[in-house]
């Protein structure tokens, strides 16, 4: 054997150990699901697949709201409904749209299903609550928690429940299962068991804001409906720390956007209540001007360390201010009202009385009340469109510039794209072609899902799959 023979087998060893070290101190990559990081599985909300499907409509019964999952050609699904209020996950033959299997949930279900190699796990929860009364303020009768499916049969394989809702989609790493709920936790279940491994305190709650997972760090928004503290959080999964928070005073509806990440940069969006001091109110009343009521802000942050790089106004409504007086005036009634039963309840917590203010006689709206659907990242463009203005708006990565705006009309979901193409179905069921580059309109169709979201739509192999509101899912050629 020569001299660089010798050189190159041990070189081959030495790799090997390296090899073998990494593996032995580093957990491995999940492989065996289809949706195993996050909301659509990525960090820039491309749901898109390979994935051999057919052409087909079927109707489920109840709303979908959230993504539809796609493994191995079957879909799977999340629905629910609200008179009685329960919900469903379904498997669907992506080929031909049969119904392979369909179990009832004691709730609605808002999350994406999480498939991995045996199990199909989803949330349940669609109630909003007050988090200032921890454990004791959820405002539904119903179910909350993560329940888990066989994938074969559909059958029941644990329950975990939670005192409040949890309507974002669960991250799955390594083998847990990691989210916030609506009750100031953020939490990790086992997989195989939905025992609890670790839980942290989070100031306020999670409405629809997906945690996004990225390496080691999980991002996403809550909202705290009695103070100014709205923060934005980065959590790590080992150290089961929060690594920075970001407060973005006056925001509301934070806990909805689910959040994407582009170039280091973590992107959000959220509504914001401008405050206004008593001589500034008087100065526009004397003078007639109008007031804001509420701007819409997209906002980049560091990954690494949460600084805010830019916090953009993409929109405002002014109102005249009488009119902004009196909205005001039935906001602070609203506020103050809820203020008193979240005192109780707290008092009630602390002196350990079962006391509950949690049934009541109306249920979940029939249209999910979404004003800040997920953000979209594709190349060095980000995508919003917040439900209230009707546009898809397309902001530049690192500044938020804007690049274009299209009128799409009013939608709670985000846009798609997929072989150079962007997708969108609005809230009408009418789907947009557009060209990502420069905003101009391709092609338009109606389809018969009914309002989709918050989600997008599902993209492949030339197919096009949506579900909204109606029940109904659609599968379509796209290039029709």
């Known amino acids: 054997m020569s001299i660089t023979t010798k050189k190159i087998n041990a070189l081959k060893h030495i790799w090997l150990i390296v090899v073998i070290l990494y593996f032995a101190t580093e957990p491995m990559a999940i492989a065996s699901a289809s949706s195993v990081n996050q909301f659509e599985d990525n960090i820039h909300h491309l749901n898109t697949s390979n994935q051999k499907l057919g052409s087909f409509t079927i109707n489920l019964g109840e709303r979908i709201i959230a993504p539809i999952n796609i493994h191995k050609n079957n879909l799977y699904i999340s629905a629910g409904r609200s008179k009685p209020q329960q919900g469903k996950v379904v498997r669907v033959d992506g080929k031909n749209g049969r119904i392979i299997?369909?179990?009832?949930?004691?709730?609605?279900?808002?999350?994406?299903?999480?498939?991995?190699?045996?199990?199909?796990?989803?949330?349940?929860?669609?109630?909003?609550?007050?988090?200032?009364?921890?454990?004791?303020?959820?405002?539904?009768?119903?179910?909350?928690?993560?329940?888990?499916?066989?994938?074969?049969?559909?059958?029941?394989?644990?329950?975990?429940?939670?005192?409040?809702?949890?309507?974002?989609?669960?991250?799955?790493?390594n083998r847990e299962i990691l989210g916030p709920d609506g009750g100031g936790h953020f939490f990790s279940l086992n997989e195989k068991t939905g025992h609890i491994l670790w839980k942290t305190k989070i100031s306020g709650w999670s409405a629809m804001s997906s945690p996004l997972h990225a390496?080691?760090?999980?991002?996403?928004?809550?909202?705290?409906?009695?103070?100014?503290?709205?923060?934005?959080?980065?959590?790590?999964?080992?150290?089961h720390k929060v690594v920075w928070s970001q407060n973005l005073s006056h925001a509301q509806n934070l806990a909805e956007a689910s959040p994407v990440l582009s170039h280091g940069i973590v992107y959000t969006a959220y509504m914001r209540n401008p405050p206004y001091a008593p001589l500034q109110i008087i100065n526009?009343?004397?003078?007639?001007?109008?007031?804001?009521?509420?701007?819409?802000?997209?906002?980049?942050?560091?990954?690494?360390?949460?600084?805010?790089?830019?916090?953009?106004?993409?929109?405002?409504?002014?109102?005249?201010?009488?009119?902004?007086?009196?909205?005001?005036?039935?906001?602070?009634?609203?506020?103050?009202?809820?203020?008193?039963?979240?005192?109780?309840?707290?008092?009630?917590?602390?002196?350990?009385?079962?006391?509950?203010?949690?049934?009541?006689?109306?249920?979940?709206?029939?249209?999910?009340?979404?004003?800040?659907?997920?953000?979209?990242?594709?190349?060095?463009?980000?995508?919003?469109?917040?439900?209230?203005?009707?546009?898809?708006?397309?902001?530049?990565?690192?500044?938020?510039?804007?690049?274009?705006?299209?009128?799409?009309?009013?939608?709670?979901?985000n846009p798609n794209i997929y072989n150079g193409k962007l997708y969108l179905v609005n809230s009408h069921g009418v789907l947009f072609v557009i060209n990502p580059n420069n905003g101009r309109v391709l092609f338009k169709r109606h389809l018969s899902a009914g309002s989709p979201g918050p989600a997008d739509v599902l993209l492949s192999r030339n197919h096009l799959v949506v579900g909204g509101s109606s029940g109904k899912v659609v599968s379509v050629k796209t290039g029709l």
Not at 141 to 163: D, N, Q, S
Not at 286 to 297: A, L, N
Not at 340 to 363: E, G, Q, Y
Request: aromatic content about 14%; hydrophobic content about 35%; overall charge positive.
């Open 215 to 239: 390496q080691n760090q999980l991002y996403f928004g809550t909202d705290n409906s009695f103070t100014d503290k709205n923060y934005f959080y980065d959590i790590d999964w080992r150290t």
């Open 284 to 413: 526009h009343l004397w003078r007639h001007e109008k007031m804001k009521y509420f701007t819409f802000q997209v906002v980049g942050m560091q990954a690494k360390t949460g600084d805010v790089i830019f916090n953009k106004t993409i929109y405002t409504k002014r109102l005249p201010p009488n009119s902004w007086i009196h909205q005001r005036l039935l906001d602070e009634k609203y506020y103050w009202s809820n203020w008193t039963i979240a005192a109780a309840r707290r008092m009630a917590h602390f002196l350990d009385i079962p006391v509950h203010f949690s049934k009541m006689s109306n249920h979940d709206p029939e249209k999910a009340g979404i004003y800040d659907p997920p953000l979209t990242a594709w190349r060095r463009t980000i995508f919003i469109e917040p439900r209230i203005t009707h546009i898809l708006y397309a902001l530049r990565v690192g500044t938020g510039r804007l690049l274009w705006s299209v009128d799409t009309g009013e939608d709670v979901s």
């Open 101 to 173: 299997w369909s179990t009832k949930l004691p709730n609605i279900s808002m999350t994406e299903p999480i498939v991995t190699r045996h199990l199909v796990i989803v949330g349940m929860g669609g109630k909003r609550m007050f988090a200032l009364n921890k454990g004791y303020s959820c405002r539904s009768p119903y179910p909350h928690g993560v329940i888990a499916l066989h994938r074969k049969t559909g059958h029941i394989a644990w329950e975990h429940l939670t005192h409040c809702q949890v309507m974002p989609t669960p991250a799955y790493v």
